[in-house]
């Protein structure tokens, strides 16, 4: 056995609210790895709905890693959502011409960069991740979080601005996982594995 099909879009029989999310987002500025996957209280294709300002002249990407975990209503805030901070005014008079257009020669809005989510990380309900915001492997975020500077890797982080609760793990401990980067193996090492993958010794996965 090894394990689910990662080419299919829902890997639950008869439940179409869970996909693995890499077959269903269109965008080819959404990155997604293998078994990484949605649940939606409604329709997956919400996805794509709730990277916002997602424009494709910005040109950048929400980059999503493998085996991570969506919740419904998770929401990414891209760069197309940004104002000028160090203006006289935040208003974006160059969007509506008709004598507006040059509002914003020789200037920029502000770009923050991609959002860059690892591998094995958890969203939790409802959170919002904003734009440049790079979240390490198996970080856990939790429901209604709202992320606006990076998090750790192995870290429970919540509340609105995020910030950390605690430490997964201990820190020899999460360095070894960052080194053994289980979510590369190969599927068959990872099914052999599972009884181990969902246990705490890290010994069990080394031997």
């Known amino acids: 056995m090894t394990g ?17 999310l890499k077959n ?3 965008n080819p500025n959404i990155i997604v790895g293998d078994y990484t996957y949605y649940d939606d209280f409604e329709n997956v294709e919400n996805f794509e709905k709730n990277v916002k300002y997602h424009f494709d002249f910005v040109g950048d990407k929400l980059i999503i890693g493998k085996f991570c975990m969506i919740a419904s209503d998770v ?9 000028l901070t160090n203006a006289l005014t935040t208003y974006p008079f160059a969007i509506f011409r008709n004598g507006w257009e040059n509002a914003m020669e020789n200037k920029s809005y502000p770009q923050k960069g991609d959002i860059n989510i690892g591998n094995d990380v958890w969203i939790g309900f409802n959170a919002t991740i904003m ?3 790079i979240i390490g492997d198996g970080a856990i975020i939790a429901t209604n979080s709202t992320v606006i500077k990076d998090v750790e890797p ?5 509340g609105n601005p995020a910030k950390e609760i605690k430490k997964r793990f201990s820190e020899e401990v999460i360095a070894k996982l960052l080194e053994l980067k289980w979510w590369n193996w190969d599927i068959e090492k990872i099914t052999k594995n599972i009884q181990n993958l969902t246990d705490n010794e890290i010994d069990k996965l080394t031997e």
Not at 75 to 80: E, L
């Open 75 to 83: 929401k990414f805030i891209m760069n197309g959502a940004n104002h």
């Open 154 to 158: 192995y870290s429970i982080v919540g």
């Open 131 to 133: 734009a440049g915001v």
């Open 4 to 20: 689910p099909n990662k080419n299919i879009k829902f890997p639950l029989e008869n439940y179409d609210r869970l996909c693995f």
């Open 24 to 26: 269903v987002v269109k």
